[in-house]
């Protein structure tokens, strides 16, 4: 379960810009995290609820989640396409020459603090 890894770094990487910038409590953290990430959002949601109290600067912080769509772009016909939709080969030509354009990201988007 990689998901409490990453709570772990998200709760330290708050807690460090909370240091910087000299705020009492964050209220809430928006991460985009790409449907092909890898991440079960509700492991991920319940790993946060059980770690944040560790940090007093997070305890009552809510964690947001927006869900980024994996796409695939097509290098013989240029074509982008849904990822989980349609795998690999792109539906257009039929081609294995595809990559994941975006989708496997997991990006601290937004924090509310106060200060």
């Known amino acids: 379960m990689h998901e409490l890894g990453i709570v772990v ?9 909370a240091e910087e910038n000299n705020l009492k409590r964050i209220g809430s953290v928006t991460l985009e995290v790409g449907e092909v990430s890898g991440i ?10 059980y ?8 305890k009552d912080c809510e964690m947001k989640l927006e869900i980024i769509k994996g796409i695939n772009y097509c ?9 989980i939709r349609y795998g690999r080969i792109c539906p257009k030509c039929h081609s294995e020459h595809t990559y994941l354009k975006q989708g ?3 990006n601290i988007k937004q924090i509310e ?3």
Do not use: G
């Open 51 to 58: 770690f944040k109290v560790r940090y007093p600067l997070l």
């Open 75 to 83: 290098t013989e016909c240029q074509h982008e396409y849904e990822a």
């Open 104 to 106: 496997n990201e997991c």
């Open 9 to 17: 770094h998200v709760a330290k990487t708050l807690t460090e810009l």
């Open 113 to 115: 603090a106060e200060d």
């Open 40 to 49: 079960i959002t509700d492991y991920f949601v319940d790993c946060w609820n």
